[in-house]
T-cell receptor, first 112, second 115 residues
Framework: QQQVKQSPQSLIVQKGGISIINCAYE??????FPWYQQFPGKGPALLIA?????SEKKEGRFTISFNKSAKQFSLHIMDSQPGDSATYFC???????????FGKGTRLSVIA | DTGVSQDPRHKITKRGQNVTFRCDPI?????LYWYRQTLGQGPEFLTY????????KSRLLSDRFSAERPKGSFSTLEIQRTEQGDSAMYLC?????????????FGPGTRLTVL
């Protein structure tokens, strides 16, 4: 049973474009939703996270949109750059300091 | 740099051998997590600690796997009688429970290859 479903599996975006990655979750008790970025050979690094009491959070070029009723959240990367090319994972947990349940990842390629 | 460190970074072993990995968390972090990541997949939770106490083990963690955090600082993950299906990246993360942030910081991982 996959508790966090992520799409698309891969994404190609032109430099300067908007990258959008979507996640859906099943367990309504989840209350912490982070996005992680992972480069080859490295561990995941936190990009941005949100809790269900807000519908949107923005940090620089990265925005999380959260829809509690639909049990969905998405990552938007504005003005995508080649350096953003990486694998992105959404995750969910019962509070931030508990085990994370990850999606399967989206491999993003930003082409010039 | 005082991030999460893991040792070794790579380990190649033969089926049936035992292996042990070490994780050193960020120094003030009281929670430590182990995850396993296979190619093309997201990390999967294995177990986690609050100081030296093991709080939870995933059903993924067979009896061949054991983890400890004896003094509430570094942690070790041992796999006995390795199988080819154990080949994966083993990731360690740490966080501070009771602080202002919920962030789990990940180490670079130990890549295990079982021949």
């Amino acid at each position: 049973q996959q508790q966090v479903k992520q799409s698309p599996q891969s994404l190609i975006v032109q430099k300067g474009g908007i990258s959008i990655i979507n996640c859906a979750y099943e367990n309504t008790a989840f209350d912490y939703f982070p996005w992680y970025q992972q480069f080859p050979g490295k561990g995941p690094a936190l990009l941005i996270a949100i809790r269900p009491d807000v519908s949107e959070k923005k940090e620089g070029r990265f925005t999380i949109s959260f829809n509690k009723s639909a049990k969905q959240f998405s990552l938007h990367i504005m003005d995508s750059q080649p350096g953003d090319s990486a694998t992105y994972f959404c995750a969910a947990s019962f509070g931030g300091n508990t085990p994370l349940v990850f999606g399967k990842g989206t491999r993003l390629s930003v082409i010039a | 740099d005082t991030g999460v460190s893991q040792d070794p970074r790579h380990k190649i072993t033969k089926r049936g051998q035992n292996v042990t990995f070490r994780c050193d968390p960020i120094s003030e972090h009281n929670r430590l997590y182990w995850y396993r990541q296979t190619l093309g997949q997201g990390p999967e939770f294995l177990t986690y600690f609050q100081n030296e106490a093991q709080l939870e083990k995933s059903r993924l963690l067979s009896d061949r796997f054991s983890a400890e955090r004896p003094k509430g600082s570094f942690s070790t993950l041992e796999i006995q009688r390795t199988e080819q299906g154990d080949s994966a990246m083993y990731l360690c993360a740490s966080s501070y429970e009771g602080g202002r942030t919920d962030t789990q910081y990940f180490g670079p991982g130990t890549r295990l290859t079982v021949l």
